[in-house]
């Protein structure tokens, strides 16, 4: 009987783990992986139930971190938004398309964007980065 080449269940586990990280490490992506490789690990050498435990708190670990990121993340986008919101009706001021300095009062914000931008003395689309002082 001639058997074709058969992988070793490290190597496996490995393309599995690499797979699910390419992936997005989804859970779901991550235990579909596992179930494959169970179904194709070579009898005679099984892998030791250890490996999969220690996978399987990894990948809750990679899950959990990228939560706390995306969480750290939101949390600084919502302070930066409520900072430029304390501006409104505030004279301020601030660098100029031009790079002269200017002053203006805030007028409005805008927060549809990836980040707030305010419009100064009717000039909208400003980086509230570009302000260099806070008056009244």
Do not use: W
Not at 12 to 34: E, H, N, Y
Not at 41 to 52: M, V
Not at 94 to 114: C, I, N, Q, R
């Amino acid at each position: 009987m001639l058997i074709s080449s058969i992988t070793s269940t490290s190597d496996q586990t490995a393309t599995a783990s690499s797979a699910a990280a390419g992936l997005g490490a989804t859970s779901d992506t991550f235990l579909k992986l596992l179930v494959t490789n169970l179904q194709h690990q070579d009898p005679t050498k099984p892998q030791d139930s250890n490996e999969y435990v220690q996978q399987i708190s990894q990948m809750s670990m990679v899950e959990q971190m990228t939560k706390l990121a995306t969480t750290q993340t939101n949390a600084a986008k919502d302070q930066t938004v409520s900072s430029t919101i304390a501006l409104l009706g505030k004279t301020v001021s601030y660098v100029g398309s031009d790079g002269l300095p200017a002053t203006g009062t805030v007028e409005k914000v805008d927060v549809s964007g990836d980040a707030p931008t305010v419009t100064i003395a009717g000039v909208s689309g400003m980086d509230p980065n570009r302000i260099t002082s806070i008056g009244a």
